[in-house]
């Protein structure tokens, strides 16, 4: 039975998984720790009929999180995961076998690669990367043995709009899965499942915890993929820790207004960057001047805080004055949380479907909640600093 929100998302996250009045009456359910659950009778043991048997199956904290999800989700099931790597590995592992191929998107993101490329070979299942723009051409790379169509819009960095829907048909036709990781939009911002994928997979450590305090992982699956899930949740006991999962929970109340801000922040330094004499080109589909602008637009409610821009070629100290005194950017990996965040990166070593030919450094931000005029500020000390360097 897939759990369907009877509320729009923004009153979901707010709402979904909480009981107070089942809580002596305080808002926030309590985080429960454990691991043995008592039966009360040989009867109850025999019976297993209890809600909960064992703490690594669930516990009321962890349901409560996987029902919210699932809504938003619209899924028969979610299984939460310890990270978001973890999710995306698990959701693979659910569904090969030896003597398998998959097709994976050339743009995924680099550790899902990586798993592809060691992990899933040594157990006898060959990866073949295909170019994100493929669209309704993935049917030309369907073999005999593929087992499934693993998909990330926008692609990790360089953000690539995959045409999902185009994609969905042909899996549907041809009768294999279709998986998404869906990081990048949450499941407020696109909705995976509607849009004809079997499993959406999320690093909620992104924007669901939202606070850079947590990692955290979900999986969630139509009605067919559900029971695949069910079997890999319980092979491999996937569970996250208490803390991690109530942090996934407090996160998801302010998801919807976390997002809009983001949306609009992000949008905006985006608009002021592609004036900057210093920038070559902004990488953020809702600029007209993206090319997978249209897609974006229509299958997705909204962008989040993550783009990439290219610099004209500068020597590497006029980068590293650029980069290594903003006050507000951060440099380091993840995002999603609260805060602002910058990241260089040169995809070339781990992309072998399509070609990255950008002559200049390219940069990932991540656009946070704070003022935006703080941030145009903070970036526009930087590009001097740059100047001043070359
Ligand atoms: C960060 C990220 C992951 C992995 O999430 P972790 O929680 O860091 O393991 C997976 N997919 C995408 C697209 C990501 O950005």
Sequence with gaps: MTTKS??????GAV????????????????????????????????????????????????????????????????????????AVTAALLAFVRAGDSILMVDTVYQPTRKFCDTTL?????????????????????????????FTESPGSQTFEMQDIPAIAAVTREKGIWLLMDNTWASPLLFKPLAHGVDVSIQAATKYIVGHADAMLGVISGNERAAPHLDRVKEA??????????????????????????????????????????????????ALPSHPGHAV?????????????????PVPEAALAAFVDHLELFGMGFSWGGYESLILPFDPRSYRSATTWSEPGPALRIHIGLETV??????????????????
């Excluded at 089942?22 to 009929?49: E, H, I, M």
């Excluded at 974006?296 to 004209?312: E, H, P, Q, V």
């Design 236 to 285: 491999f006991g996937l569970c996250p820790g208490s803390e991690e999962t109530y942090l996934g929970l407090r996160g998801l109340r302010t998801l919807d207004v976390r997002l809009r801000r983001h949306h609009t922040s992000g949008i905006e330094i985006a608009e002021w960057l592609a004036q900057r004499p210093e920038v070559a080109r902004v990488i953020h589909p």
């Design 15 to 86: 709402h979904l998984g909480r009981d107070p009045h089942a809580n002596s009456g305080f808002v926030n359910p309590p985080v429960f720790r454990g691991s043995t659950v008592l039966f009360p009778t040989l009867a109850a043991l025999k019976a297993r009929s209890q809600p909960f048997t064992y703490g690594r199956r669930a516990t009321p904290t962890t349901v409560a999180l996987t029902d919210a999800l699932a809504a938003l989700d619209g899924a028969a099931a979610s299984v939460l995961t310890c990270s978001g790597l973890q």
């Design 373 to 390: 005029e703080d941030l145009k500020r903070d970036l526009a000390a930087g590009f001097d600093r740059l100047n001043a360097a070359r």
């Design 296 to 312: 974006w637009k229509r299958d997705f409610n909204g962008a989040s805080g993550l783009f990439a821009f290219t610099l004209n």
């Design 6 to 11: 009877k509320f729009d998302d923004a009153t």
């Design 121 to 149: 070979k040594t157990m006898g299942v060959e990866t073949i990367y295909y170019d994100p723009l493929i669209g309704a051409g993935i049917a030309g790379l369907i073999r005999p043995d593929t087992r499934l169509v």
